[in-house]
């Protein structure tokens, strides 16, 4: 039988108002294969729940059938109040209108500019928009970032990290209300890195987004994490800050931290 561990903290004030995310014992198999096997999570609004797992440990499942892009077997998923296992595709699009993706691989249109691939998003998003008030959305995304200067420029001329920017202000720019990142810093120089995390931070305070950040670097999970849940085998083997996952004495919750 699987056990969860829920490690109590004491000492730590609610910076939160309220569940924004639950999960309630969802299950997705695909064949015998039990990716998700009870699941159970919620997240609270304006925090950062970091997603710790093994590699096919369900974390982009998991991510996705938060979206409704998969379907579940069993169980709810509450988002903003509603239950999105229930929605129809009307219903789930204007939940994903909220909801802001950083992609690994940041996902941008190559024969677009930085500036084009920015209005088209916002064109996909807000039809309403005059090109005066598209064109103060897009400097303002990109000032957030630090890239205005990359407004005309294509993505093969920008570096990794610069394409992780622009994906961010892409994501940034519908002023989403939760952030999903799907390995923020994968691909990225320990420097370069660390300036995405710190950008994840100042968005969070920004935004006031409420994020879900699937990560294997620990450097992401320590400095943008307010709470990590770790999965294995289906289920969330063990939740808490960083230093309480950090300190486990669970062989396999070790593993993480040995290099
Ligand atoms: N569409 C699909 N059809 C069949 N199996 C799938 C499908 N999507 C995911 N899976 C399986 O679900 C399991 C979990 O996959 P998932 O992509 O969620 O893992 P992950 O934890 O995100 O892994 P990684 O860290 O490598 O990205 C894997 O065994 C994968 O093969």
């Given at each position: 039988m699987q056990t969860r561990e829920i490690i109590q903290d004491?000492?730590?004030?609610?910076?939160v108002e309220g569940v924004l995310i639950e999960f309630k014992d969802v299950y997705k198999s695909y064949g015998d294969n039990?990716?998700?096997?009870?699941i159970n999570f919620s997240i609270n609004k304006g925090e950062n729940l970091v997603i710790l797992g093994?590699?096919?440990?369900g974390k982009s499942v998991t991510v996705k059938c938060l979206v409704g892009l998969t379907k579940v077997d069993s169980g709810e998923i509450i988002v903003f109040g509603k239950?999105?296992?229930?929605?129809?595709e009307d219903g789930l699009n204007s939940v994903r209108m909220k909801i802001g993706f950083l992609f690994q691989s940041a996902?941008?249109?190559?024969?677009?500019t930085v500036r084009q691939n920015l209005v088209f998003t916002l064109q996909h998003h807000n039809?309403?928009?005059?090109e005066a008030q598209m064109e103060s959305y897009v400097m303002d995304a990109l000032k957030n970032v630090g890239l205005?200067?990359?407004?005309?420029?294509?993505?093969?001329?920008?570096?990794g990290g610069m394409k992780k920017r622009i994906g961010l202000a892409r994501a940034l720019i519908i002023q989403p209300e939760i952030m999903i990142y799907d390995e923020?810093?994968?691909?990225?120089?320990t420097i370069t890195a660390r300036e995405i995390i710190d950008l994840i931070s100042e968005i969070k305070i920004k935004y006031k987004t409420t994020s879900i950040i699937i990560t294997h670097d620990l450097t992401c999970a320590k400095y943008n994490s307010d709470r990590i849940i770790v999965l294995k085998d289906g289920v969330v083997k063990t939740e808490g800050r960083f230093r309480d996952i950090e300190n486990n004495t669970d062989e396999w919750v070790r593993s993480f931290f040995e290099k």
């Open positions: 004491t000492h730590r004030e609610p910076a039990k990716v998700l096997n009870g093994k590699s096919g440990s239950d999105i296992t229930k929605l129809n996902a941008l249109y190559d024969s677009m039809k309403k928009l005059t205005l200067e990359s407004i005309d420029k294509f993505p093969a001329e920008l570096s923020p810093t994968g691909g990225l120089d």
